[in-house]
């Protein structure tokens, strides 16, 4: 399968990605025949980054853990690259397609805009967080190891940060 054909199916996705980190065993025929790191997952599948990308059309089963939820699901390989595989899922039980909902829900965070806010009845984080020369260089290198694990940094994330800073100076 060429680039092109790859980036249409990019395109085309029925679901929304959301970037993760978790683990991958790759099982053939019920057997181990692979690992990797799950970065993006979707109510439709998955990427997972391996050094061994499998042939398209292979299909295989998956040992998922992402967000303390392990989840086995039947998958087809839709699309290589040099780093990894785009995973379609294929027929999903439903007691699997509650985990990967509840993954799905862990990993997600709502626009933090006052207008979605207001529409689901929340009100937005308002806290206010004092940043001192000495919190400073912690709380920078806990958003760049956050940036570096998952390759994004949610707004809930980073008042978790903020916030446990807070803490941690309040208790000097």
């Not at 065993?25 to 998955?46: F, M, N």
């Not at 980054?49 to 390989?77: C, D, H, M, S, W």
Request: one cysteine or more; proline letters at 5%.
């Amino acid at each position: 399968m060429n680039e092109r054909l790859n980036l249409q199916l990019l395109q085309h996705r029925r679901f929304p990605r959301y970037s993760c980190r978790g683990t991958a065993e790759i099982l053939q025929s019920g057997r181990h025949s692979g690992q990797g790191t799950v970065s993006k997952i979707s109510r439709g599948g998955c990427y997972v980054e391996t050094a061994q990308p499998l042939p398209l059309g292979t299909e295989v089963q998956l040992r998922l853990t992402v967000a303390n939820t392990g989840l086995f699901i039947g998958a087809k390989v839709v699309c290589t690259d040099v780093v990894g595989m785009g995973m379609e899922f294929r027929v999903v039980p439903p007691e699997q397609g509650n985990k990967l909902a509840q993954i799905v829900e862990k990993i997600t965070v709502p626009d933090g805009s006052p207008a979605v806010l207001q529409s689901e009845g929340t009100q937005p984080n308002t806290a206010t967080f004092r940043i001192t020369r000495e919190t400073a260089p912690n709380i920078l290198a806990k958003i760049v190891e956050r940036i570096n694990q998952k390759g994004v940094l949610t707004r809930h994330e980073l008042f978790d940060i903020f916030e446990s800073q807070h803490i941690n100076a309040k208790h000097r």
